[in-house]
């Protein structure tokens, strides 16, 4: 795809999303590549979907308007997660990712039958980009560059390093204990940490042979 098709590809998904969180008055963060190509304002790699953490209050209100613009909703699991994917011809596919509920201390997704995914609320704190005349919230860059870090033989997320070379010199994060699981409403440290860090070395082993690291996609 030509990089002004991708572009206009991106606009129109991105006013329309942002268009129906408004309606809906929903409190929502946008994840992953689109906030650097916003931060940037650079298309610097192919970029299929939004990335969505989404308040389940208004969970219903938002996929009864994106199915009445024409999209199609499917449901996904993988590891006891849960999620919702919409897709429509021309546009970047949405992928309502985790939703759950946003508090003060921290956004609380709950998984299995007695599992909570809780992510601190500094780590999400609403984060205003601009793309293309478009303005939509975010997480704050640090949290993407912790990301990074977290998954760095993700070949997707070394093609977000090297975009943002110049503000991993100068940008503090905290790459590790923003994320945390519960069990039993009882706190597991470092839990969601270790998961990824194995977790990064099986999905750079399946990029060694020839499979994509997500092994959900």
């Known amino acids: 795809m030509k990089e002004e098709d991708q572009k206009q590809e991106i606009t129109r998904s991105l006013r329309l ?8 008055q929903s409190e929502y963060r946008i994840l992953g590549s689109l ?49 919702t994917e919409a897709y429509k011809e021309n546009f970047l596919s949405l ?13 609380s997704y709950p998984f299995m039958k007695w599992c909570e995914l809780r992510i601190k ?37 070394s093609l977000d390093k090297r975009l943002l070379s110049e503000e991993i010199k100068t940008i ?7 994320i945390y699981v ?3 409403g009882i706190r597991i440290p470092y ?10 070395i099986y999905g750079g082993l399946r990029v060694t042979f020839g499979k994509k690291y997500e092994a959900w996609d």
């Open 95 to 107: 992928t309502f990712f985790l939703t759950g509920e946003f508090i003060p201390q921290y956004f």
């Open 182 to 184: 519960c069990i039993a």
């Open 121 to 157: 609320a500094d780590y999400l704190q609403p984060t205003r980009y601009t793309f293309n005349n478009i303005s939509f919230i975010g997480i704050p860059l640090s949290s993407a560059i912790s990301g990074i870090y977290q998954a760095f033989l993700n070949p997707k997320r």
């Open 35 to 83: 906030i650097l190509v916003a931060h940037k304002h650079i298309i610097f790699r192919r970029i299929n979907d939004i990335d969505i953490l989404l308040d389940r209050k208004s969970q219903q209100a938002i996929f009864k308007k994106v199915i009445e613009c024409g999209f199609v909703l499917k449901k996904k699991s993988w590891g006891g997660f849960i999620w």
């Open 172 to 178: 503090k994060v905290k790459p590790y204990g923003n």
């Open 17 to 24: 999303i942002t268009k129906i969180f408004e309606e809906c």
């Open 191 to 200: 839990l969601y940490d270790v998961f990824s860090f194995f977790y990064n």
